[in-house]
């Protein structure tokens, strides 16, 4: 293991050794590992005028050296692919041109780190109850692990878990945290191991893999309210659901769909990251046929009856989707483009060559767009509608097929303004925020932020026209919103609202007390009626009182779902033999199997799975609106569009930029893709 030196007598000296790549000093200078497939290696032999040659053997295989005439030293790429792991002597010989030889011997150990993964909880997953944490090490004979922790994090915690050898080459750590968990905890956890041979190894955070980007982390939630209750599970966080399906996003950046009936999963692709683009995160949506995905790096993906648009692997951004409609922009914001789902025709709406104005647009059940940019003042609509002519730059307009909504932001507030379907005009108010998400328009009634003079608070105008104040908190609150679904999420039927405020969930109602639904985790909607929340891998009811609970808690009572996760744990762990890796949800056909994950986009395949750790009975669903759609049911945009080209514009106008008015192309045609 220590370094040892013989020399003959002889005029060439070896010195300076370095290693390359993959083959690395350890800390004490004596020895080195390497952890790939061969050993780059450079040595220098002094004088090189009167060298002969050199050559290394390492485990019995001579390798010659060569020369490079620009830095006088010798190199070498040592194949070590049938070298079995351990430590084994690496030789260096030279010799002159007289014959002589002089030689140099280090400790190279062929070395491959220890496996280290987080068996429970899963990645993504989302606890209603207590959970022991349970990590594994394994080392690679003859390298064993020696030291292992685990770090668990959040926003109340931090400890470190410490695991003990189970066999000659495993350690194990399987604890209890040292306080209950709370609502609203999101865990990180953090493994750390050694054999003593290699440095340190930190192992990707929650579940293995790959080496994820901190926005891309799994993590694992905690939700402890009574009032929710899990309907459903995927291998991966939830991204969009609808009442057959589900779609997600798992640990390993695979994208999917769980069929909510019979819990088979269909695996789509793979969003491959890259550092250039690792602040960025990616968003979807299903649609009637598909998949309408987002990638980080700048990419819009199609499916289409499980098969991938190869025509949408381009630079864009994905602004929106509803039923059989998707609105893109390219990458730099100066075109949008209407796409057709079923047919693949493609439709230019906006053209603005040069143009740094962010485009923001709408889409109502039948497919018209309501669309504005920070150029004009006005919300475009079609047949050439225009809405609005307020000072400051116009947001995102919202739509729920009966009404639109927009709002002006002037630097220091948001002004909201109505346009109904009898072609008023409606001021709602303004809100102390540059935020586009500060509407919600559904069924005909319409939520908004509105400043108290100190904070935000939640109102609702409802169908008839009644406004209602729906919280007095001291604290600012927001709605609960994302991506692609901005504006339609928080309204029932009925006209309750779902808000946010200080760390919790609440639904408001006019004429009641905000009434408490949960933490802020997740995304929180209104489906099929009743309030839906989805946190990392599971799917919430909002549960009323005589409502049964998930995997067989008492009514109202928040269910441990992780409880299985440690049986299974426990039993694997009592069966493990000697130097067996442990990962009980390793299986034949598994997800969690590194061997069932999908190819990347590059290669996409359709490949199922049958999730047996969903229960054995889901409840089922009747169909609903699909992304996007505000309103199941409503007068239409026809009324709109019939009563508002009359409304007056004569309101305040903005100065043009002086580059001019851009170019408003509709219905040129790009031709059908498929």
Known sequence: MSLSTTSALAEVVLDQIQFFGRTTWRRDYKSAISDFNNIEVSIAAIPYQDVYSVEAEYAGVTTPLTFNDYNNRYYATIDTTTVPYGPHALTFTAYDKLGRMSTRQYTVHKYTPPRV??????????????????????GTPPYSCTQFKARVRSQVRDEVLVGVKTSPWTMHVLHDLSSPLQSGEVLTIRLEATDDVGPVWYGPTIGGGVVSYDWALPRVYVERSPKLTAVQRAPGAILDFDATRVLFMDHVLQI???????????????????????????????????VAMQAWYGSVFLWKDNMLDRTHRRPARLDAVNGDTLLWTRADDDEAIVHTLSTGIETSLWLDPGSASPFQADITASGDIYYSTHEEPWIRGPGEIRLGNHPGYLQRPITDGTNVAGRWWSGSVSSSYLYTADGAEVFLGDS????????????????????????????????????????????????????????????????????????????????????????????????????????????FKVASAEAPAFLGASPGEAAPVNAEDEEQYELTLAALA???????????????????????????????????????????????????QAACSGRGVALLSAALVGLSLSRRRRGQRSRGTPSLIRHRSRGARR
């Open 578 to 628: 000697p130097g067996e890796p442990l990962n009980p949800w390793t299986r034949a056909g598994d997800f969690h199997m590194p061997g069932a994950s999908p190819a990347s986009f590059r290669d996409p395949r359709a490949a199922t799975h049958t999730d047996t750790d969903a229960p054995d009975e889901e409840p089922s669903a009747a169909a609903a609106c699909s992304i996007g």
């Open 432 to 539: 102390r925020t540059g935020d586009a998400a500060g509407l919600l328009l559904h069924a005909g009634h319409a939520a908004y932020l509105k400043s108290d003079g100190a904070v935000n608070q939640v109102w609702l105008r409802t169908p008839s026209g009644d406004e209602y104040q729906l919280s007095n908190f001291a604290t600012p609150s927001q709605f609960d919103q994302q991506e692609l679904r901005i504006g339609h999420d928080g309204i029932s039927d009925t006209g309750e609202v779902m808000f946010l405020n200080n760390k919790k969930r609440y639904i408001g109602r006019p004429g009641a007390a905000p009434e408490e639904i949960s933490s802020d985790l997740g995304h929180g909607r209104w489906f099929d009626g009743d309030w839906h929340v989805a946190i990392g891998d599971t799917l």
């Open 117 to 138: 993964w987080v068996t429970n909880p899963r990645a993504n997953r989302t606890l209603t109850g207590d959970t022991r944490i349970a990590a594994t090490c394994v």
């Open 256 to 290: 999917g769909l769980v069929d909510r009936m019979t819990q088979q999963v269909t695996w789509l692709g793979e969003l491959k990251p890259h550092p250039d683009w690792m602040h960025k995160a990616g968003y979807g949506a299903l649609t009637p046929t598909g």
